[in-house]
């Protein structure tokens, strides 16, 4: 199946889904877990064959910074989807789904120079595949924080707004956070572990920015926690916390690729 088939495919369910969960919030219609998971499901198959045609090419795959940005919302939508069979956390397809959509097309529409990882290169693959789980997740815990502090403000000024009235219970929204959370720090820390053990200079030029960025973000989502089970940190301080510790994050995976192919146009 053609690129562009496939592209569009995926871009129409996403929007079609993005729509529903906003009809869905504002009262509008009602829609069940099946139609939700249905939609979610044929949008992450579409989803997944571009990245079979875009990203795993000959001989390994390319993890440059739009090309990557594919999979890691791939991941986003998949660990969405699974946790809403169990989890109330619906309302993260509002940005989940558009996020997806927007890399697909950002993928598609630029062009920067690959940097490509060797099939062969199985210790390196699982350090990576760690990584952008990891990613993915604390993608989810910032939408899910940035939620829980909308909903902390809404609840001091407006207790009948959309957002109070179809967001889960705030105990409810700081244990999901947290859950998040714990998961993706596990995952951090066996990211950078395995990054220790197959990568064999950590510190390279190019690895030195992303190592001391992830280093500083499991500082901050350790003290997190710490402080959220010694001194019952919640609510908006647990909000800036998790986003806090996302950016930095965020500027580990993407700062150096951003600065490496996007501005000096290298490849690796």
């Known amino acids: 199946m053609g690129t562009l088939i496939l592209a569009v495919t995926a871009l129409f369910l996403y929007s079609v889904g993005t729509a529903l969960q906003a009809l869905h919030f504002r009262g509008r219609v009602h829609t069940n877990l099946a139609i939700t998971t249905l939609i979610g499901v044929l949008a992450l198959i579409a989803h997944g064959l571009l990245i079979a045609q875009t990203v795993h090419l000959h001989g390994g795959f390319d993890l440059s910074f739009f090309k990557s940005s594919v999979l890691i919302s791939w991941l986003v939508v998949f660990l969405l989807l699974g946790l809403n069979l169990t989890k109330p956390v619906g309302s993260l397809f509002l940005a989940g789904y558009p996020i997806a959509a927007i890399t697909i097309v950002m993928a598609l529409t630029t062009h920067t120079p690959s940097r490509l990882v060797p ?38 000024h407006n207790y009948n ?108």
């Open 119 to 156: 099939d062969q290169s199985y210790g390196v693959l699982s350090h990576i595949a760690l990584s952008v789980t990891a990613y993915s997740l604390f993608t989810l815990a910032a939408i899910q924080a940035i939620l829980l502090n909308l909903q902390n403000r809404q609840l001091k």
């Open 161 to 268: 707004s959309p957002l109070v009235r179809n967001l889960p219970p705030l105990q409810t929204m700081e244990s999901l956070l947290f859950e998040m959370l714990w998961a993706g720090v596990v995952l951090l820390v066996l990211a950078i572990v395995t990054g220790a053990l197959f990568i064999h200079d950590l510190f390279a030029q190019d690895l030195a920015h992303k190592t001391v960025f992830s280093l500083l973000s499991l500082v901050v989502f350790v003290a997190l926690l710490v402080g959220r089970y010694t001194k019952g940190w919640r609510g908006v301080t647990a909000s800036r916390w998790t986003l806090a510790g996302c950016l930095l994050l965020m500027i580990a995976y993407y700062g150096s690729k951003f600065v490496l192919e996007l501005v000096f146009h290298r490849g690796g």
